[in-house]
């Protein structure tokens, strides 16, 4: 089944895996899937990290030794070791990959709380701390794409430190991201810091925007609306990559990427399809093309790695089909600016809402350990 994984990483398409858990990381099963499967990333996030913490005992050495028998240390205190510790874990694991790709892939993704997402000082501090805790070169720190967002990329980006921008979705705000990005590598350069390490993605989201456009496309209810559910956001991801592409040849990127730059690669996030009535493979191989990230959940990854076509790259030139797909939504009335600012406005909430589940989470175990000890 592999064969298919195999055939979709030599199309260009960096397979990244969206999950991460001490069980993966102790049980071998994340070395086997990137010895066997072409796994080449981890990404995470708070809604990961407390589902694991619910369903596994592995965490509870590092409760019971360490933190719980501190009666100083906070919740906070237990969610940052916890984490670390899992991305440590699964960043010596892919350290191989990253020396093999020369630090393009082998990366594993650890996001700033999210909380902070509306705060640009304290999102450069988290994405400081947590980049030291961890220690090892092969992470990216994950800091959302809200506007006091972009400061911080730029910001993180200049101090050397790698970054996987999250929680895109409109095409202004990924100009933006960009401008960010080469932003921060011109500061870093003016201020001798090597950027040769430094790299980033872009980590634009598909499904979600599928799930708000295909509610206002049945509300609508006509038979030309109806037609264009399931194409926005694919149409969208194509639109972005052809920004991609033109930042790619501008004259700004060009002097950078003279000056030893690494371009920032377009994930493809959110890929795991919520509608039973679409194919559960179409945001993988409707999204191949030369030098992108495609993260899966690992339902999506099997799904491929069983039934999965590569049919060829679906991205470069593909930008003025796409731009017929937004110009028709247009016209049955989907303001498409308007479902980018609800998806953002969303996200950061959903974000914060599973940072307080991880809150929980934690505290429970936490509570737990100290009873074990007595």
């Given at each position: 089944?592999?064969?298919?994984?195999?055939?979709?990483?030599?199309?260009?398409?960096?397979?990244?895996?969206?999950?991460?858990?001490?069980?993966?990381?102790?049980?071998?099963?994340?070395?086997?899937?990137?010895?066997e499967d072409h796994v080449?990333?981890?990404?995470?996030?708070?809604?990961?990290?407390?589902?694991a913490m619910k369903e596994?005992?592995?965490?509870?050495?590092?409760?019971?030794?360490?933190?719980?028998?501190?009666?100083?240390?906070?919740?906070?205190?237990?969610?940052?070791?916890?984490?670390?510790?899992?991305?440590?874990?699964?960043?010596?694991?892919?350290?191989?990959?990253?020396?093999?790709?020369?630090?393009?892939?082998?990366?594993?993704?650890?996001?700033?709380?999210?909380?902070?997402?509306?705060?640009?000082?304290?999102?450069?501090?988290?994405?400081?701390?947590?980049?030291?805790?961890?220690?090892?070169?092969?992470?990216?720190?994950?800091?959302?794409?809200?506007?006091?967002?972009?400061?911080?990329?730029?910001?993180?980006?200049?101090?050397?430190?790698?970054?996987?921008?999250?929680?895109?979705?409109?095409?202004?705000?990924?100009?933006?991201?960009?401008?960010?990005?080469?932003?921060?590598?011109?500061?870093?350069?003016?201020?001798?810091?090597?950027?040769?390490?430094?790299?980033?993605?872009?980590?634009?989201?598909?499904?979600?925007?599928?799930?708000?456009?295909?509610?206002?496309?049945?509300?609508?209810?006509?038979?030309?609306?109806?037609?264009?559910?399931?194409?926005?956001?694919?149409?969208?991801?194509?639109?972005?990559?052809?920004?991609?592409?033109?930042?790619?040849?501008?004259?700004?990127?060009?002097?950078?990427?003279?000056?030893?730059?690494?371009?920032?690669?377009?994930?493809?996030?959110?890929?795991?399809?919520?509608?039973?009535?679409?194919?559960?493979?179409?945001?993988?191989?409707?999204?191949?093309?030369?030098?992108?990230?495609?993260?899966?959940?690992?339902?999506?990854?099997?799904?491929?790695?069983?039934?999965?076509?590569?049919?060829?790259?679906?991205l470069t030139g593909s930008?003025?089909?796409?731009?017929?797909?937004?110009?028709?939504?247009?016209?049955?009335?989907?303001?498409?600016?308007?479902?980018?600012?609800?998806?953002?406005?969303?996200?950061?909430?959903?974000?914060?809402?599973?940072?307080?589940?991880?809150?929980?989470?934690?505290?429970?175990?936490?509570?737990?350990?100290?009873?074990?000890?007595?």
């Amino acid at each position: 089944m592999t064969d298919r994984l195999k055939a979709l990483s030599d199309a260009g398409v960096s397979i990244w895996l969206d999950d991460l858990s001490r069980e993966l990381t102790e049980t071998g099963e994340l070395k086997r899937l990137v010895d066997e499967d072409h796994v080449v990333g981890v990404t995470s996030n708070p809604t990961i990290f407390a589902s694991a913490m619910k369903e596994g005992e592995r965490y509870e050495p590092q409760l019971d030794e360490g933190l719980a028998a501190d009666p100083q240390t906070t919740v906070a205190d237990a969610i940052f070791e916890l984490t670390t510790t899992d991305v440590r874990q699964a960043a010596t694991i892919l350290r191989p990959v990253y020396d093999a790709t020369g630090g393009s892939d082998g990366r594993v993704s650890l996001e700033v709380d999210p909380t902070l997402a509306y705060d640009t000082d304290e999102t450069i501090a988290s994405a400081r701390k947590l980049w030291d805790k961890v220690g090892e070169p092969n992470v990216f720190i994950k800091i959302p794409a809200t506007r006091e967002g972009l400061p911080a990329i730029a910001a993180t980006i200049a101090a050397g430190i790698s970054v996987n921008v999250t929680l895109l979705f409109s095409l202004e705000r990924y100009r933006e991201v960009l401008d960010a990005y080469a932003a921060g590598l011109e500061r870093a350069i003016a201020d001798g810091v090597d950027i040769s390490d430094v790299q980033s993605v872009a980590s634009i989201f598909v499904s979600r925007i599928d799930s708000e456009v295909d509610k206002r496309l049945e509300a609508i209810g006509t038979s030309e609306a109806l037609e264009l559910r399931g194409k926005a956001g694919i149409a969208n991801s194509r639109l972005a990559y052809g920004v991609y592409e033109e930042f790619s040849a501008s004259e700004r990127w060009n002097a950078l990427e003279a000056q030893g730059a690494h371009r920032q690669r377009p994930l493809w996030a959110s890929t795991g399809v919520k509608n039973p009535d679409y194919p559960d493979t179409m945001y993988v191989t409707e999204l191949v093309g030369p030098n992108v990230v495609n993260t899966m959940p690992g339902a999506t990854m099997r799904a491929f790695a069983d039934h999965g076509e590569v049919e060829g790259d679906k991205l470069t030139g593909s930008a003025a089909e796409a731009e017929q797909v937004a110009r028709a939504l247009a016209e049955v009335g989907v303001d498409l600016d308007d479902v980018m600012n609800t998806l953002e406005s969303e996200g950061v909430e959903k974000f914060e809402s599973s940072w307080a589940d991880l809150v929980r989470t934690v505290q429970d175990q936490l509570t737990a350990a100290r009873a074990r000890r007595g």
